[in-house]
């Protein structure tokens, strides 16, 4: 069972995602929170597994929130779900460590896929998003940093981008755990990205993934 936390303002919108998402079998809403700050403090005490965020609330925003938990909680899963696509709303949350960004255009069934995604280690980000993290990284104009992968660097960073999480990657390529988890520390590194969503990002930029 998706143990999910839902961080927003509005009581509406808490009320239709975890009506929605409390008849998944393999979804469980264990809490709500009215705003960033509250958020924080049930993220830490009840520890779920993937974090629904509002960006705009009063008293502590999403991206606040976001960077509190996890400075605490680095494991934590959080996925941005809000109303804005402008360049000062996704790039702070981007890079505070969101998981994934979902416009609240999205619907009940895609936001619980995207959940799913999350918790299996994917990446989610709407198109948009992604396009502007491309266009920001384009402005940059920063070296081909990835002449320095390796030829397993460059097949994990890969299976990366197909949203496949360590284990996936282990079992797959037949190294152990401990080995992906190097292999991807090395690649960030050399990329100079702060996280695998940034990686991503990069390889579809560069066009090392179609």
Same mark, same amino acid.
């Given at each position: 069972?998706?143990?999910?936390?839902?961080?927003?303002?509005?009581?509406?919108?808490?009320?239709?995602?975890?009506?929605?998402?409390?008849?998944?079998?393999?979804?469980?809403?264990?809490? &709500?929170?009215?705003?960033g #700050?509250?958020?924080?403090?049930k993220?830490? &005490?009840?520890? +779920?597994?993937?974090?629904?965020?509002?960006?705009?609330?009063? !008293?502590?925003?999403?991206?606040?929130?976001?960077?509190?938990i996890?400075?605490?909680? +680095?494991?934590?899963?959080?996925?941005?779900?809000?109303s804005?696509?402008?360049?000062?709303?996704?790039? +702070?949350?981007?890079?505070?460590?969101?998981?994934?960004?979902?416009? #609240?255009?999205?619907?009940?069934?895609?936001?619980?896929?995207?959940?799913?995604?999350?918790?299996? /280690?994917?990446?989610?980000?709407?198109? !948009?998003?992604?396009?502007?993290?491309? !266009?920001?990284?384009?402005?940059?104009?920063?070296?081909?940093?990835?002449?320095?992968?390796?030829?397993? !660097?460059? &097949?994990?960073?890969?299976?990366?981008?197909? /949203?496949?999480?360590?284990?996936?990657?282990?079992?797959?390529?037949?190294?152990?755990?401990?080995?992906?988890?190097?292999?991807?520390?090395?690649?960030l590194? =050399?990329?100079?990205?702060?996280?695998?969503?940034?990686?991503?990002i990069?390889?579809? =930029?560069?066009?090392?993934?179609?």
């Open positions: 069972m998706i143990k999910v936390l839902l961080v927003d303002d509005h009581e509406m919108v808490r009320l239709g995602v975890s009506s929605y998402l409390s008849i998944q079998e393999d979804i469980e809403v264990i809490g &709500e929170a009215e705003n #700050k509250i958020g924080y403090e993220a830490l &005490e009840l520890r +779920p597994d993937i974090i629904l965020m509002d960006l705009v609330m009063d !008293e502590m925003d999403g991206i606040e929130s976001t960077k509190l996890l400075k605490e909680w +680095p494991e934590a899963r959080i996925i941005i779900v809000t804005f696509i402008d360049d000062e709303k996704v790039y +702070p949350a981007i890079e505070a460590g969101a998981a994934g960004y979902l416009l #609240k255009t999205s619907t009940a069934s895609e936001i619980a896929n995207a959940i799913r995604a999350t918790f299996r /280690g994917e990446t989610v980000l709407e198109p !948009e998003v992604t396009g502007k993290m491309m !266009e920001r990284l384009t402005r940059k104009n920063e070296p081909v940093l990835h002449d320095d992968l390796t030829n397993r !660097e460059l &097949e994990i960073l890969l299976l990366i981008s197909e /949203g496949k999480s360590n284990q996936e990657i282990a079992d797959e390529l037949f190294i152990t755990l401990k080995t992906v988890k190097t292999h991807v520390s090395n690649i590194s =050399k990329l100079d990205v702060e996280d695998r969503t940034q990686a991503t990069y390889a579809f =930029k560069h066009g090392i993934v179609d």
